[in-house]
């Protein structure tokens, strides 16, 4: 397995993106990070560098890729703006086979489907509502997961249920078939998306997790 020393995060800074930069910075990663604002930053870690730029710009996704080992995504849809997660990822996807750069975790919500699931009535209850409130970001949702599937990257998706904000490292619980709880914290998020990059565990798969 490639060695990871420096990682490009994206979105690393909305409610679970934070948590997870926190617990890279406490590991001794090197981190680029994608950010619109920079100049609104207060980032002082001399392991951090903000790359300014969108997502659905892929210059800035190469920019922010080049002489990274991996890339981890806590992407969240911009407020007002039309869905960016399959434009995001067509990015992200093109300048990684260009980088060769082979290792991806994302997030996502608990109603993208996989052809393996089986979701019990309250994971499809809230499939169900997501898709009557929110029908363009969770059709797009749908989409990222298949330019995922389609692709050679060694790519995980970690689909959630509510994000708790919280230093709390609570012990969660996985399944590949439905989601096993109400709410996951932040912290253990974090700490599952690291170990999963480090141990190479849950490749081309999206597993649902949740707080025990």
Same mark, same amino acid.
């Given at each position: 397995?490639?060695?990871?020393?420096?990682?490009?995060?994206?979105?690393?800074? &909305?409610? *679970?993106?934070? /948590?997870?930069?926190?617990?890279? @910075? $406490?590991?001794?990663?090197?981190?680029? #990070?994608?950010?619109?604002?920079?100049?609104?930053?207060s980032l002082?870690?001399?392991?951090?560098?903000?790359?300014? &730029?969108? *997502?659905?710009? /892929?210059?800035?996704?190469?920019? @922010? $890729?080049?002489?990274?080992?991996?890339? #981890?995504?806590?992407?969240?849809?911009?407020?007002?703006?039309?869905?960016?997660?399959?434009?995001?990822?067509?990015?992200?996807?093109?300048?990684?086979?260009?980088?060769?750069?082979?290792?991806?975790?994302?997030?996502?919500?608990?109603?993208?489907?996989?052809?393996?699931?089986?979701?019990?009535?309250?994971?499809?209850?809230?499939?169900?509502?997501?898709?009557?409130?929110?029908?363009?970001?969770?059709?797009?949702?749908?989409?990222?997961?298949?330019?995922?599937?389609?692709?050679?990257?060694?790519?995980?998706?970690?689909?959630?249920?509510?994000?708790?904000?919280?230093?709390?490292?609570?012990?969660?619980?996985?399944?590949?078939?439905?989601?096993?709880?109400?709410?996951?914290?932040?912290?253990?998020?974090a700490l599952?998306?690291?170990?999963?990059?480090?141990?190479?565990?849950?490749?081309?798969q999206a597993?649902?997790?949740?707080?025990?």
């Open positions: 397995m490639r060695s990871i020393h420096t990682l490009a995060v994206i979105g690393g800074t &909305g409610k *679970a993106g934070r /948590y997870l930069v926190k617990q890279l @910075l $406490l590991q001794n990663f090197r981190i680029k #990070l994608l950010h619109r604002k920079p100049e609104t930053l002082d870690s001399p392991h951090i560098e903000v790359i300014k &730029g969108d *997502a659905r710009d /892929y210059n800035a996704i190469y920019t @922010l $890729l080049t002489g990274c080992d991996a890339v #981890l995504s806590c992407l969240s849809q911009p407020v007002g703006e039309p869905s960016i997660f399959s434009d995001a990822a067509r990015n992200i996807l093109k300048a990684m086979h260009i980088l060769n750069i082979s290792r991806y975790i994302t997030i996502a919500g608990l109603n993208v489907d996989t052809p393996n699931d089986h979701k019990s009535a309250q994971t499809q209850f809230g499939t169900n509502w997501m898709y009557e409130n929110y029908p363009a970001t969770t059709k797009d949702r749908q989409v990222e997961y298949q330019l995922l599937a389609d692709s050679k990257t060694d790519w995980t998706m970690i689909r959630l249920p509510l994000i708790d904000q919280t230093d709390d490292a609570r012990a969660i619980t996985v399944s590949l078939v439905d989601c096993p709880g109400s709410s996951i914290s932040a912290t253990s998020l599952f998306m690291i170990k999963a990059l480090k141990n190479g565990e849950y490749i081309k597993p649902f997790i949740a707080d025990v």
